[in-house]
């Protein structure tokens, strides 16, 4: 696929680095930190106010570990290696195990949370969502390439949206923020051209249906 990236216009330059800069902050390593602190910084029911008092800087350190720092360092180190041409991951062959990778840190990490005491269930519901994303993006990209972004963002947004019910919360505001992120990503990737538009809109609904799919499914099996 040809990324105007490789020969930008003149005029686009400046477009192609700032499409390659949203696609860098708001990527699938960094979402999942933004889902979680948004829930946790904006949720108002009693439980999630324990939470902002007691394990503030436990769960966002715990989130920050296993889903950004973890595996950047597992990316970076297979691009030194070889094992990846890319950190986009453009070949479909590169994925696979790099989704595996990511359901098991974030499982791992659903798991410490159900064993910190009077924690909120929204945070390893919504981990646990996650998990179940990648675990359907990895049985799509053997059919054909989905967007992980696309995904992540679709993820976010299903967030925000279940998490308003849940928790009893105004996240109106998070709600917008996610679309206008869905919004800005979903250009970036279709500008770059790293995805056609049925991939990062497929990966899209794929992750809000997943994400809340799984959400609901944590609290119907433990709780």
Known sequence: MVSLWNHPPPPFKVLSKLAHLISGIFSPLTLPVLG????????????????????????????????????????????????????????????????????????FTCRYFMQIPLLSAIFPATVIGGAVVLGMCLCLNFFFKISVHGASCGALFGVFILGSFITHSDLWLLTSLAALISGLVGFSRLYLGEHTPFQFYTGWGVGILAQIIGMIGFYYFFF
């Open 36 to 107: 979680i602190s948004g829930i946790l910084f904006w949720g108002e029911s009693a439980d999630i106010y324990i939470a902002r008092s007691y394990y503030v800087w436990l769960i966002l350190a715990t989130i920050l570990l296993f889903t950004f720092i973890f595996p950047f360092i597992i990316l970076y180190s297979a691009k030194l290696m070889g094992i990846i041409e890319s950190w986009d991951l453009r070949k479909q062959s590169e994925r696979p195990l790099m989704y595996l990778l990511g359901i098991v840190f974030l499982t």
